[in-house]
C-alpha cells in the first residue's frame, strides 16, 4: 500500500496507513520524501525542470536528517546525467536491462547445458513463452 499513491487508497487502506504511522514515526517522515520522489519521476517534465526539482527535494531531505535516502543521493549524485537523459525524449536503458536480465536467467537455467538443441530450444521458451502463453 505504501507505493501507491495516497488518493488511490480505499479509506479503509488510509486508515491502515495511518495507524502504521502512529507505530513507526520514521516511516512517516519518510513517507512524504518518497512520494515527492516518486511525483518527480513524470515523463512530461522537461531535464530542466526535473533537474531542479531532484536538486530541491536533496536539499528537503539533508535537512530532514533522515538517512534511508543516502544510496539513492548517492546514485543520484554520481549517475546525474544518466539520470536526467530520461526527461530527454525519454531516452532510456530500459531495454538493454531487460535484454541483459533475460540473458542472465537464461544464463543460470541452463548451466551445465552441452547439447545446443537443448539450449535453443530454452532460449526460445524464454524469449517467446510469455507471448505464446498469453
Known sequence: MLRREWRS????QQGKIVKL????????????????????????LDRATAQSRLHLWVKQVKASGLHCFDKWR??????QDGILNDFEDGHNSGFIEGLNNKLKRLKRRCFGL?????????????IEGPRLWA
Open 114 to 126: 552441452d547439447d545446443p538443441t537443448e539450449l535453443f530450444r530454452r532460449l526460445r521458451l524464454d
Open 21 to 44: 504511522f502512529e507505530q513507526t514515526p520514521t516511516l512517516a517522515s519518510a513517507y512524504v520524501p518518497h512520494t515527492l520522489l516518486t511525483a518527480i519521476v513524470d515523463p512530461t
Open 74 to 79: 548517492h546514485t543520484l549524485h554520481h549517475g
Open 9 to 12: 487508497l480505499n479509506p479503509d
